[in-house]
Nanobody
Framework: QVQLVESGGGLVQAGGSLRLSCAASRSIFDIDVVGWYRQAPGKQRELVAKITRGCSTNYADSVKGRFTISRDNAKNTVYLQMNSLKPEDTAVYYC???????????WGQGTQVTVSS
């Protein structure tokens, strides 16, 4: 079992920045992949960024160059730094932990990000 708690969401103007945090209840070294997903009203939940145990990263094309995912193993926390925010980034952002050995996925409660024009 992995518990995840997201924080850092809020309301910002276009062009602003936010940093989201995902705090895990166990060492993130034990988690194969941590991903940030988002879901806007009426849309499917989509992958925004992910980071592996080996710190390999992947980003959705829509956020490349603007968002950065990182991890702090000492704090068992994964971050999503979001710069140059756009109104289309507005969504609930969720943290996900994937443990491939167990075919298990764990989700946080989500944090709202709203970007005004």
């Amino acid at each position: 079992q992995v518990q995840l708690v997201e924080s850092g969401g809020g309301l910002v103007q276009a062009g602003g920045s936010l940093r989201l945090s995902c705090a895990a209840s166990r060492s993130i070294f034990d988690i194969d992949v941590v991903g940030w997903y988002r879901q806007a009203p009426g849309k499917q939940r989509e992958l925004v960024a992910k980071i592996t145990r080996g710190c390999s990263t992947n980003y959705a094309d829509s956020v490349k160059g603007r968002f950065t995912i990182s991890r702090d193993n000492a704090k068992n926390t994964v971050y999503l730094q979001m710069n140059s925010l756009k109104p289309e980034d507005t969504a609930v952002y969720y943290c996900n932990a994937a443990l491939l050995r167990w075919s298990a996925n764990y989700w946080g409660q989500g944090t709202q990000v709203t970007v005004s024009s």
